[in-house]
């Protein structure tokens, strides 16, 4: 892994490929996805600069429009994390958490959330992965604000509030969980469903019982007038409210903090 800040101006010096680029947009829930194929040329760094959990995070420079990109690609030699299934279930994911957030913003336009793009890459024959996640690089600070068991940051109000509203606009059916990025420009989220194919981070019921015993309702849950979980205790007290904190480091993805992104 390469720690130094990523030097995008040696992007010409990075490999090219001519790589088909798939889109997947929702307009409503449990309806087919929108998908969208291109054809790009792109250049990719030869070692990433950050891993996680599950994924490498390699820099990458989109020729058609000099645009600065992540791609991800997951750690393990399992011939089974590297089959198209898997790479859509992380694609579906992410289109499904954007919509929901545009809902939520329609709601509280002075806290908007946005999901960046995620788009599933398929590499040619000679490049060094067959399939790639891609996503737009978000500069600043990351924070991991809650994950998809039970851990919440204590600045995690306005997160939380927003799986709670996932959860509460589905009618139950799902909740978006593992919120984390940069302020309000979000990536890598976790589905927990009884429905679909969200991953292997996906629990299903357990997933969502788990979230609201320990979550406690707060201003925006009370604005938005969300219905309340039989899990949750009956008398929360409430948490306080959230403020964001000044993303003033313009360092990238690729800072310490990204570990836990992937």
Same mark, same amino acid.
């Given at each position: 892994i390469d720690k130094r800040p990523i030097d995008w101006d040696a992007s010409p010096s990075w490999k090219v490929m001519h790589v088909e680029l798939v889109s997947y947009t929702f307009t409503r829930l449990w309806k087919e996805p929108k998908v969208q194929a291109t054809q790009r040329v792109m250049r990719l760094a030869a070692e990433p600069f950050a891993r996680g959990g599950m994924r490498y995070a390699f820099a990458m420079v989109d020729e058609t429009n000099r645009s600065k990109l992540v791609a991800?690609?997951?750690?393990?030699?399992?011939?089974?994390?590297?089959?198209?299934?898997v790479f859509e279930g992380d694609m579906l994911t992410q289109a499904y958490a954007k919509y929901l957030?545009?809902?939520?913003?329609?709601? +509280?336009?002075?806290?908007?959330? @946005?999901? %960046?793009? &995620?788009? =599933?890459?398929?590499?040619?024959?000679?490049?060094?992965?067959?399939?790639?996640?891609?996503?737009?690089?978000?500069?600043?600070?990351?924070?991991?604000?809650?994950?998809?068991?039970?851990?919440?940051?204590?600045?995690?109000?306005?997160?939380?509030?927003?799986?709670?509203?996932?959860?509460?606009?589905?009618?139950?059916? +799902?909740?978006?969980?593992?919120? @984390?990025? %940069?302020? &309000?420009? =979000?990536?890598?989220?976790?589905?927990?469903?009884?429905?679909?194919?969200?991953?292997?981070?996906?629990?299903g019921k357990k997933g969502m019982d788990d979230f609201f015993f320990q979550h406690q309702c707060g201003p925006r849950c009370k604005e938005l007038n969300l219905k309340q979980s039989h899990v949750q205790m009956s008398k929360c007290p409430t948490i306080p409210e959230w403020r964001p904190t000044d993303g003033s480091n313009d360092s990238g993805s690729d800072s310490d903090s990204s570990s836990d992104l992937f």
């Open positions: 991800k690609v997951y750690a393990f030699k399992d011939p089974e994390f590297q089959q198209l299934p957030a545009d809902e939520w913003s329609r709601r +509280l336009p002075d806290m908007p959330m @946005q999901f %960046v793009q &995620a788009q =599933l890459l398929k590499c040619p024959e000679d490049a060094p992965f067959t399939l790639m996640a891609v996503e737009p690089y978000i500069p600043g600070n990351y924070e991991k604000q809650t994950n998809n068991a039970s851990y919440v940051n204590q600045n995690s109000e306005v997160a939380q509030a927003f799986s709670h509203f996932t959860w509460h606009f589905t009618g139950g059916e +799902l909740m978006v969980t593992d919120i @984390q990025g %940069v302020r &309000a420009t =979000l990536t890598d989220p976790q589905i927990h469903s009884e429905k679909g194919t969200f991953g292997r981070g996906n629990f």
